[in-house]
């Protein structure tokens, strides 16, 4: 049984679960992840049986600060520690070259790591209780819709056992952005909430965006390509113009409207663009589990400013995955 527990009494039981090689359900800022001890292979094979991930994708290390995450990168670069001190605690994931402590099953055998310091203060206090650095790929099964409440993660492994520790509704919504630390330019792997152009400033030099990612072979970063982030439920991006045109069937996922335009199911969102980053997984779950037999989610809305358009571009990256078919 997959239970959710809070306060204290979850983190000494997480730190017991992980120094027993099993699985702790961690919240962080963005989503909620599916933790174990990232030096312990054995236990890090039971995260991908359990999400049914490629073994070829490779995980995020989540340190409590710079002196852990230099226990598993070969050399903590100036740029690291720059970025560091600017964004952790916080949704940045740096990708640096490996020290050979961290198991093989850990970065997809690729001579680099991703690691992570979560803005959280559960996520902190498990890993300072615990120790260590704890992997923590987002806790849905492979593909599915990431996961911003405890109650999403009971749901999807409510056979397993498995412990999810409450931390309530994860504040920025959608996952960290990745930046690869280990070649000449730094270059950005995966969107976030966090935008290239902060990154740019903090370190006073121009960095790379990669572009959209097609072929497996090309990617860098496996977890990049293709249909992700999916509901059950076929899904469409729409733009409001269609609005008008939704049939009551389809549930409707909409910042612009106040009802559904033939009495449908509708999911209201916030029209800032952090509020609407926040509530998309959510949203995104609700309308799965509704009885609509298509969902069709309006275009975020286009802000104007850097960090808003930074936080609408990450959107539509996921939200083109979760409607890719
Ligand atoms: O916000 C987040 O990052 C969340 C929370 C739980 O921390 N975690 C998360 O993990 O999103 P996951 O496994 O769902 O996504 C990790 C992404 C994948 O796209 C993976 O391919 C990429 O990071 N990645 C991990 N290690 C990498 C590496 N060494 N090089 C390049 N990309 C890497
Ligand atoms: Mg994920």
Redesign the pocket.
Same mark, same amino acid.
């Given at each position: 049984m997959a239970e959710i527990i809070s306060g204290p009494e979850g983190i000494a039981l997480g730190v017991q679960r992980l120094h027993a090689g099993g699985l702790v359900s961690f919240p $962080?800022e963005? #989503?909620? !992840?599916l933790g174990a001890d990232a030096l312990d292979a054995a236990a890090v094979e039971r995260v991908f049986r359990l999400k049914g991930r490629p073994s070829n994708? &490779?995980?995020?290390v989540?340190v409590s600060d710079e002196g852990m995450a230099g226990r598993v990168v070969e050399t903590w670069s100036d740029d690291a520690s720059t970025l560091a001190k600017a964004f952790w605690p916080g &949704?940045l994931?740096l +990708?640096l070259p490996r020290l050979p402590i961290v198991p093989d099953v850990v $970065?997809g055998s /690729?001579p680099? +790591?991703?690691v @992570?310091c979560?803005g959280h203060p559960v996520a902190l206090a498990l890993i300072e209780a615990f120790g260590g650095p704890i992997v /923590?790929?987002?806790a849905n099964p492979s593909g599915y819709i990431s996961p911003t409440i405890p109650e999403h993660v009971r749901d999807a492994f409510d056979g397993e056992d498995l412990i999810v520790l409450d931390g309530g509704h994860c504040r920025a919504g959608i996952?960290?952005t #990745?930046l690869?630390l280990s070649g000449e330019t730094p270059t950005v792997?995966?969107l976030g909430v966090i935008g290239a152009h902060r990154i740019s400033e903090s370190l006073g030099r121009e960095i790379r965006v990669a572009e959209a990612q097609h072929a497996p072979e090309e990617a @860098?970063?496996? !977890?990049?390509i293709g249909a992700h982030y999916q509901p059950r439920t076929p899904a469409r991006l729409i733009s409001g113009n269609d609005l008008p045109s939704a049939p009551s069937s389809a549930v409707l996922v909409s910042w612009s409207l106040e009802t559904h335009p033939s009495g449908g199911v509708l999911i209201r969102m916030p029209e800032d663009l952090g509020g609407y980053a926040q509530a998309i997984y959510r949203a995104l779950h609700e309308a799965d589990r509704s009885a609509g037999s298509t969902i069709w989610i309006e275009h975020p809305p286009e802000p104007s400013d850097p960090d808003g358009r930074a936080i609408a571009a990450a959107l539509h990256e996921r939200l083109r995955r979760a409607t890719h078919s």
């Open positions: $962080t963005t #989503v909620y !992840g994708n &490779p995980l995020i989540h &949704p994931t +990708v $970065t /690729g680099t +790591v991703a @992570r979560p /923590g790929p987002s996952e960290s #990745v690869d792997l995966r @860098r970063s496996p !977890g990049l």
